[in-house]
């Protein structure tokens, strides 16, 4: 079934084109990785995907979900560090999108939180204090946040920066038994294009226009998809 | 002591501005946790600035001083976020700005009408006399709408001031509500400058916030220790103004100053143990 499609989508900010003529599809139950240099129209993209930028022209249309219903996992910038928050105040803001006039949480809401750090393994969490928790835990409080907001599709924007390599793969195989198990559909952004093809079954990559779209398999033997890889071995 | 609390209450003008001080303790507390976290503590003071300009000129004028203040200086919050949203001048700049210019123009204004007087001083620097009945019950009106305000939005207002991007996301208005939070810290400057000063009152906002923020580990905790702390120094500076007959709003900022030290001692304390 189809989630989100994108077809002719073109977008601007401060007069430079960083998405231009872009179309492709998510079906529910896809691992898509996303990868492109920097400047390539990655983070204009995720925001188009969010609603939080309207395309100049072309249709990005949601099936079954509202834009607000995509679990969003920002780049670790927009989240500050030394913000006095519990794990449980960060993870119940999640559920704030359940209704647009919601102003306190319920019970259910409670529920919600709970079963999604349960899933995430950092219920022992729920008391402690953002500001104290490691790298790795805290963007595991994130995406449990992102998934109380998910009705199935979860966007990870570049997830693994400043994780450590033991943090950075605990991550990964999480993120694919969301998909494999919980039938999550994933996005993600991401540089590390030789790991993220281990688990991820298909891959745009862009550069303002995309240059691929297709399954992470075609993807390999491409020449393109060869020299990236290559690339990453070679670091 | 007994006889103090006995005198404090026969004085309807320190009951009055009793009762209007803690409520702007509490009201800036609330507002403070948040300007402090978005890394806006500077509006607080620009506000402030805007607020001694607006007075200034509707006192030359013959205008009752808290109708002419409130709606300025809300205006000049909404200007201030505007501003620094669009990026054009950058944040703490516009702040300077506009600060710096309504307090030229306040004080061009008093000295063209009346000469700097006594007034004008009570602005700057706060007096417990300056509060009329009226003023009583705007200023009660005020801090009430401002407290229930924030705790209907106050889950929103978290996500926003956590992270606004994905506020944003989940479909949250944050232009709205940081204009929410710019407008309530409005209505609270002008009701507390009259007791406080315009160059004292700014403290009120960031103290209790800055002191509470040492110990705390959750956002609830933080707003309801920094409610707590506000309101405690509040009293206690009233009444060590009362009792050492020096001006209250210093007495309230040098009690949060005192207060703040030692949390930040506590925290030492705590990290050594």
């Known amino acids: ?235 | 002591m007994i006889d103090m609390i006995r005198t404090f209450i026969s004085y309807s003008f320190l009951l009055r501005a009793l009762v209007v001080g803690v409520l702007v303790a509490l009201c800036s507390a609330l507002l403070g946790v948040c300007l402090v976290l978005k890394r806006y503590s500077m509006i607080g003071d620009g506000l402030s600035h805007v607020a001694f300009g607006a007075l200034s000129v509707s006192l030359a004028l013959g205008f009752s001083p808290l109708q002419v203040a409130i709606p300025v200086v809300m205006l000049a919050a909404f200007l201030l976020l505007r501003l620094s949203a669009n990026g054009k001048i950058k944040g703490d700049a516009a702040i300077a700005i506009i600060s710096s210019s309504s307090l030229a123009i306040g004080v061009i204004t008093t000295s063209l009408s009346k000469g700097m007087n006594l007034d004008v001083f009570h602005y700057m620097f706060g007096s417990i006399l300056a509060m009329s009945s009226s003023d009583v019950y705007i200023s009660v009106a005020l801090s009430v709408v401002v407290i229930v305000l924030f705790i209907v939005f106050y889950n929103k207002i978290f996500a926003v001031t956590f992270d606004e991007l994905f506020a944003k996301a989940t479909g949250i208005n944050t232009g709205l509500h940081n204009m929410l939070i710019a407008l309530l810290t409005a209505a609270t400057i002008v009701v507390g400058m009259r007791i406080m000063g315009a160059l004292l009152i700014s403290s009120l906002i960031i103290f209790p916030a800055l002191t509470s923020m040492r110990i705390g580990k959750s956002f609830r905790f933080v707003i309801l220790c920094s409610s707590i702390v506000s309101v405690i120094c509040f009293a206690a500076g009233m009444a060590i103004s009362y009792g050492f007959s020096i001006p209250a709003g210093a007495s309230v900022v040098v009690t949060n100053l005192a207060v703040f030290l030692v949390f930040n001692a506590l925290r030492l304390i705590k990290r050594k143990a």
């Open chain 1, 1 to 235: 079934m189809r989630l989100l499609e994108c077809s002719n989508v073109n977008m601007s900010y401060d007069n430079i084109q960083a998405v231009k003529d872009l179309s492709f599809y998510v079906d529910q139950g896809d691992y898509l990785c996303i990868v492109g240099e920097n400047g390539s129209g990655k983070t204009t993209l995720v925001k188009g995907l969010l609603g939080l930028m309207a395309p100049d022209s072309g249709r990005i249309s949601y099936i079954g979900i509202k834009k607000n219903e995509i679990g969003y996992l920002p780049q670790k910038t927009a989240v500050q560090k030394d913000f006095p928050a519990s794990v449980m105040e960060v993870v119940l803001s999640g559920c704030l999108n359940r209704d647009r006039f919601k102003l306190f949480y319920t019970k259910r809401d409670r529920i919600i939180a709970l079963e999604n750090m349960e899933r995430l393994a950092i219920s022992g969490l729920a008391g402690k204090s953002f500001m104290d928790l490691s790298e790795g835990q805290r963007q595991r409080v994130l995406l449990a946040r992102a998934l109380c907001s998910a009705k199935r599709l979860i966007l990870l924007d570049e997830p693994m920066t400043s994780l450590d390599p033991v943090a950075t793969a605990d991550l990964y195989e999480l993120i694919a038994s969301l998909n494999r198990e919980c039938d999550m559909t994933v996005i993600m952004v991401t540089h590390d294009v030789s790991t993220a093809l281990k688990y991820a079954g298909k891959v745009l990559h862009m550069k303002n226009s995309p240059l691929f779209f297709g399954s992470s398999r075609e993807y390999a033997a491409t020449e393109i998809g060869k020299k990236m890889l290559g690339a990453d071995i070679d670091d």
